[in-house]
């Protein structure tokens, strides 16, 4: 059995994080491949974990998927965008 997700990946300082969106989980790295040598692992066990307390299917369906025989397949995405939203100056610091 395998799943899809998608992932981001972006840096704070020196460190590298990578975010799996659907699944709503990170990890980091000290480079962009470790962050996500992390992140499998980590979302292994978060499934894993997931699934030892019976909350896997209700997670899975949540966030959109769907399952198949060998397959544990994410949602499709129609756009993925950046958006600038002005803020007014009473909100932005100095």
Same mark, same amino acid.
């Given at each position: 059995?395998?799943?899809? =997700?998608?992932?981001?990946? =972006?840096?704070? &300082?020196?460190? =590298?994080?990578?975010?799996?969106? $659907?699944? %709503? *989980?990170? @990890?980091? &790295?000290?480079?962009? $491949?470790?962050?996500?040598?992390?992140?499998?692992?980590? *979302?292994? #066990?978060?499934?894993?974990?997931?699934?030892?307390?019976?909350?896997? %299917?209700?997670? #899975?369906?949540?966030?959109?998927?769907?399952?198949?025989?060998?397959?544990?397949?994410? !949602?499709?995405? @129609?756009?993925?965008?950046? *958006? +600038?939203? !002005?803020?007014?100056? +009473?909100?932005?610091?100095?």
């Amino acid at each position: 059995m395998e799943i899809q =997700f998608t992932t981001r990946v =972006f840096k704070e &300082g020196r460190t =590298f994080v990578a975010h799996a969106l $659907e699944l %709503d *989980v990170s @990890s980091c &790295g000290g480079s962009k $491949e470790k962050a996500l040598r992390n992140l499998k692992e980590a *979302v292994r #066990l978060f499934l894993e974990e997931a699934a030892k307390m019976g909350t896997l %299917d209700r997670i #899975l369906e949540e966030a959109g998927y769907s399952r198949t025989k060998h397959k544990i397949a994410g !949602p499709k995405f @129609s756009s993925v965008e950046r *958006v +600038t939203l !002005p803020l007014p100056l +009473t909100h932005a610091k100095a």
